[in-house]
């Protein structure tokens, strides 16, 4: 069980990733925020706790790995990054222009701390797999953890990639899925209707553990049970708002790739420092004896 001060540093954390991607998109620039912002509290966890990673040594061959398989939302992992200090930090208003190494999709090449190109989607789940393998032939005790949104779960690949990790009785990968309901035109269940999610990762043979992704505590847990679980893989299905810290992002699909005018920019900027406000008032009462 996690600690408080642990919990409170890493909620902290993910409002500031919040902020950083409002840095990041700007006014005018079209952005990822729906599913970037509704992983913060996941990368939170992974990057400031749960992982093994050393900042001064992005390519530590003792590191854990980060796949987003959903790179269009890789604006949440430069946040990430960024408060590693692993990017410089004004990189954040040169992302998604020919002047920065943030673009709009990973680019292992140009930026640092990425593991794979990814944002053809359905391919990260094989990527992060070929990855476990790698690790346990060279008997590293390194784990992969891949996220996934749960639009992409439409694609055949993913499946290919669970039933394979099953066979193989990989157990060094977690994979986590962003289970927030919406993907880039709609409701997901209007578009393809994927039911009993837990189930159907059950029945390809993975430990699954379901959550509330926006809580610190349950993500927390839930990454170290996955890390006990052996002879199988664990994926983590985290329900969690499209949007999340944006009420006007919230739920909606034309933020999946939106863009901020003046007047939401400010609105947004307000809305991040009211929580920061309430954040910081609730941690201080519960610190009181």
């Not at 919990?7 to 970037?36: P, T």
């Amino acid at each position: 069980m996690a600690d408080n001060v642990t919990i409170q540093k890493l909620e902290r954390l993910a409002l500031q990733l919040r902020f950083d991607l409002l840095e990041m998109i700007g006014v005018g620039k079209a952005g990822h925020l729906g599913g970037s912002s509704s992983m913060a509290e996941v990368v939170a966890c992974l990057y400031f706790h749960a992982m093994r990673y050393n900042p001064a040594n992005p390519k530590d061959p003792e590191r854990d790995r980060f796949l987003l398989s959903k790179g269009h939302c890789v604006l949440i992992q430069y946040a990430a990054l960024v408060e590693l200090g692993v990017i410089p930090r004004e990189e954040l208003k040169k992302a998604k222009t020919l002047d920065g190494c943030l673009q709009g999709h990973p680019d292992m090449d140009r930026t640092p701390g990425i593991e794979a190109v990814t944002g053809s989607l359905g391919m990260g789940l094989s990527i992060g797999l070929g990855m476990a393998l790698g690790l346990r032939l060279d008997g590293r005790p390194n784990r992969v953890y891949v996220v996934m949104g749960d639009g992409e779960l439409s694609e055949g690949q993913i499946w290919e990639a669970a039933m394979a990790a099953a066979a193989y009785k990989v157990d060094n990968i977690t994979g986590i899925v962003d289970f927030n309901h919406v993907q880039a035109t709609g409701p997901t269940k209007q578009i393809l209707h994927n039911p009993d999610i837990a189930k159907k990762w059950n029945a390809f043979g993975w430990e699954v553990l379901e959550i509330d992704g926006h809580n610190i505590g349950q993500i927390l847990n839930a990454l170290e049970k996955a890390k006990k679980v052996t002879g199988r893989p664990a994926v983590i299905i985290a329900e969690t708002i499209k949007g999340k810290g944006f009420s006007f992002a919230e739920n909606n699909a034309a933020f999946h790739n939106g863009v901020f005018t003046e007047d939401l920019y400010r609105r947004a900027l307000s809305e991040l420092q009211a929580q920061r406000t309430a954040l910081e008032s609730r941690h201080a009462q519960e610190a009181r004896p």
